[in-house]
Structure formats: C-alpha cells, structure tokens
C-alpha cells in the first residue's frame, strides 16, 4: 500500500485545501496522472499518482485541509509488468460507489447525496454538460417525501352501547386567523470553509486598508481612437501573430509610459525606505475558476502588443483550469483592473500590497461629450486611480491618470515616444 503525502507547494506554505478530487475510490490511475487539485493561498496544484495502480481510499476530502506531509490517499501499486510475450493485463477495477466522476458531481451536491444515502445515478442532473447540482438533489429527495404513503392512523373499536356524537368545530379564533403563516419552501443553510485564495484575498485587502493611506482619483477616455485602431489593423494583427488585439495590451503600455514619467507610482515603501523600481512588472487582474487572481507580466516595457496579448491569454486559460503556479503571481510593481468585462460603470479599486497604485477600467458607454464646441456621442470609459498618498501626491497621481488619457486617445505617442 502506498501513502499519497502533500508535498511541498512553496516556500512558505504549509497548509493547502482539498480543491476537487479528480479520480475515485476503486479508479486504476496510471502513474503521473493527476489525482488530486490542491488549492494554495496562492495558487492552484496538482498532486500526480506516484505508481500505476488502484486509489483504493480517500483520507481527505473536497474542500478539506491538510498540512504539507499529511497522508490524503492510498494507493495499492499494479502488479509487477511481465515480459513481452505475456503483457501485463489492465487490472479489474470495481465501480466508484459514487457511480459519477467528481467532474460531474458537485462538491455541495456530493455532501447532499451521502447524507441522503444516495447515489449520483439515482438523480437527474439539470446543470450545465450534465452536471450534477445540489439543487438536483434536494429537489429528489423532496420528490421521494412527498411520494411516501401515509400509513392510516389505527382506530379505535367502538362499543357496542355507546354511541358518541362528534362535537362541533370551533370556529378559527381572530388571534388565529391573522397570525403570520409559517416559512415554507428550501431554507436549507450551508457553511462552507474559506477556500485558501479567498483567504488570503481577504487578508491583503484588508492589509492595505489598515496600512496604507487609500485615495483614488478618477478621469475619463475617449475609446474611440483606439477602436478605429483595433478595426482597422485586427485581421492583419491576428494573422500575424496568432492572437486578437484587445484593449489591454493599449493600457498596459500607456501604463508603462505613465510609470517612467512619475517613478512614485511604480514604487513601494519598505520600513523608512521608498524603492523605485526600474522596469514595468504590471498584474493583470484575471477572473478565475477560484476567483480572482492577478498573474504579473513581466518587463512590459520590453514587450511588444502581441506579446502582452498573448501572456494575457495564457494566463486567462491557467486560471479558468486551476494551473497557475505560485511563481505567476509573485512580484508586480503595479496593477491593472478591469471590471468593464462585468458590467461596473465606475469603482474604487483597492492597491495590491507592497504596490502603491492600481489602474481601475470599466465599462465602455456612449454618451454625449462636448467636442471642438459641439455635442457628440462617444464610447467613453471613466478610469479611476487608487493610490498610497504615503508615497504618491495628489498631483503626481492626477497627472499620471491624464497621461493615460492623453496616449489612449492618441496611440500614435505609444510609437513616437511623446
């Protein structure tokens, strides 16, 4: 029997989270095959089976915590391979009790089914690519209340001389009549442990709330240069480089022009000391399958648009599969947040310690803005600026705002330096 252990996932981390189990009880894994998604404070890994043979036991469930070392599963090894005249057969494997795979059971709608003494099999799934929802499941288990038959209450024989007359109702009482009916319907409550990231989600935001001094100060653009751009050069530009021009390859490099023109904004502080960084390392804040996470591109003033494009792309894709790695998050100088892709018209994002400002988008809307004296419509965005007053002045982070601005309306400066 082998002891599936966790490994070390970090410097500094010691406690991780049960994320999802990708195989079951009685599955034949082979060796190297993911067994398990282990979810950090930072990032999310997989742990992969040592040996080929059977998970026999689960030690440690979905959504369970578990300290670098602890035994989570074991697993009974394949026997030994035979020669190559007589291959070694696949062993026979029992079904999962489960009956469904972890990817189509959900972890609330598991915790339900076993309760109930239930299997996946039993219920209809309604979510989406057939997957199994807790909702399914209570709505199966109401379904089986409410099909149970009533056993008749036992009556009582009656003698033979005596014969009652069954008293008059009462009528409803006014105190009866306008009492409030009883709560009726799904009140079920669920608690569930803080996953690892949004604990240290948490954790940060309140750090900065409590350390630095918070001001944000906000502005607006006018996007239509840089969707004429976008128009005008979007096949060409996907041809080329396999990729689609998007805004915030545009944002990321005005940023960049914006933090070499006032270094503060591009700085932190350490103890009495302020550190003036001297390269563009920007996160980008990325909505995942964990939540959100902000992956950091690295020396964007040395990137070209395809290739900040491009390192955008493949993080979206990690996140929304749980594969970023510690080391994608770690660093950054500053931060860009875009909350246009949900909808938010106008926030206040809050700075990502030890960094000292963050770069808020939002939603592009045409409005009515004064142009050379006359009343057009635009495709308008307000962009808003959440600084460290500590370490950076209202006028630098006014000024450093109107510089992104001013090279969003015109990109042509991105290229002539200016």
């Known amino acids: 029997m082998i002891e599936v252990t966790v490994p070390s996932v970090g410097e500094s981390i010691a406690e991780v989270q049960i994320s999802r189990w990708l195989k079951n009880e009685g599955d034949f894994v082979q060796a190297g095959t993911d067994l398990v998604d282990l979810e950090t404070e930072k990032a999310s890994v ?27 599963c074991m697993m009974e090894p394949a026997d030994a391979p035979a020669t190559a005249a007589s291959p070694t057969p696949v062993p026979s ?18 915790r339900v089914l076993g309760d109930n003494n239930l299997s996946a099999a039993q219920v209809t799934a309604t979510g989406p690519g057939g997957r199994l929802l807790k909702e399914d499941v209570l709505a199966h288990v109401a379904g089986q209340h409410a099909a149970a038959p009533v056993a008749p ?25 306008t009492s409030s009916p009883a709560a009726t319907g799904d009140r079920v409550e669920e608690v569930k442990a803080m996953s690892m990231i949004r604990r240290t989600i948490a954790t940060r935001l309140v750090q900065a709330q409590h350390t630095a001094a918070l001001l944000t100060t906000f502005n607006e653009v006018d996007m239509q240069p840089v ?18 021009l998007g805004f915030m390859s545009f944002f990321a490099k005005a940023a960049c022009e914006g933090l070499k023109r006032f270094p503060s904004v591009n700085a932190e502080i350490r103890g009495n000391n302020v550190v003036y960084k001297n390269y563009c390392d920007i996160g980008i804040a990325i909505g995942g399958g964990k ?20 390192s955008i792309g493949d993080y979206s894709r990690k996140a929304m ?11 950054g100088t500053f931060t860009i947040s875009n909350g246009g892709v949900y909808g938010s018209m106008l926030s ?37 600026l ?33």
């Open 153 to 177: 209450a036992p009556v009582a024989p009656m003698a033979a001389s005596v014969l009652e007359v069954p008293k008059p109702i009462a009528a409803p009482t006014t105190a009866l009549a």
């Open 227 to 244: 969707m004429n751009l976008r128009t005008k050069y979007r096949d060409a530009f996907q041809e080329k480089h396999g990729v689609k």
């Open 386 to 418: 959440t600084y460290d007053h500590r370490i950076i002045d209202g006028r630098e982070a006014v000024t450093f705002l109107k510089t992104i601005k001013e090279v969003i309306e015109d990109p042509t400066r991105l290229f002539l330096e200016v």
């Open 321 to 331: 599969e749980n594969k970023l790695v510690p080391q994608d998050l770690e660093g």
């Open 46 to 72: 997989q742990i992969p089976a040592p040996v080929s043979g059977v998970l026999t036991k689960i030690i440690k469930k979905n959504e369970e915590f578990a300290t670098v070392g602890d035994v989570i």
């Open 93 to 110: 494997v029992p079904a999962s009790s489960s009956s469904s795979p972890d990817s189509r059971v959900m972890p609330a709608a598991a």
């Open 348 to 384: 206040t994002p809050i700075v990502n310690p030890p960094q000292s400002a963050i770069l808020g988008l939002h939603a592009i809307n045409d409005r009515p803005v004064a142009v050379s004296g006359q009343v057009v419509i635009r495709p308008m965005m307000y962009l808003a």
């Open 291 to 310: 939540g959100l996470v902000v992956p950091v591109l690295r020396n964007v003033e040395k990137m070209s648009f395809a290739e900040v494009e491009r």
